[in-house]
């Protein structure tokens, strides 16, 4: 990608796309993995993680040290930059925000994630915990959020 923002072709003998982003140095890559090796790999290019093991069922305690282990795949990698660390978080508000959020929940899990299997998705499944549901759902996952460091 920052090739094609450079204006450089994509392929040998077509043009540039375009047009090219008006950020010096393109537009920063944040990576969304979770895993250790994801994470190293991530600290050789990106600017940052957005961790989406967190958007169901929010945990600050688990963000929190997840975060820790982006900062140290950061350090490993000999960076002394601060990485950008974020995380999704899908709710619903209305007159029966659970609902709501179950039932779009059951549709993504049921057309992606089945796709590829329960057993090496990310995601919890629909049917499993507290979701971020209702104004006090989404005020504590985003305090949360803040606490564990995300931005």
């Not at 250790?36 to 600290?43: G, I, M, S, W, Y």
């Not at 040290?65 to 982006?70: F, I, P």
């Not at 029966?96 to 039932?103: A, F, M, T, V």
Request: charged share 20%.
């Amino acid at each position: 990608m920052r090739s094609v923002w450079a204006q450089e072709p994509p392929v040998e003998g077509h043009f540039p796309v375009g047009p090219a982003p008006t950020q010096s140095g393109g537009i920063p890559l944040v990576a969304g993995v979770i895993g250790p090796k994801a994470l190293a790999r991530a600290a050789q290019w990106a600017v940052g993680v957005t961790d989406p093991a967190h958007s169901l069922h929010f945990d600050a305690e688990a963000l929190a040290a997840q975060r820790e282990r982006v900062i140290a795949a950061w350090q490993a990698a000999g960076r002394t930059d601060r990485p950008h660390f974020s995380a999704p978080v899908w709710f619903a508000l209305g007159p029966d925000p659970e609902h709501q959020l179950r039932e779009h929940v059951k549709d993504f899990w049921d057309e992606e994630v089945g796709a590829v299997g329960d057993d090496v998705s990310y995601l919890t499944t629909p049917g499993t915990g507290t979701m971020n549901c209702g104004a006090s759902g989404l005020l504590a996952a985003v305090n949360g959020a803040r606490e564990a460091g995300t931005r």
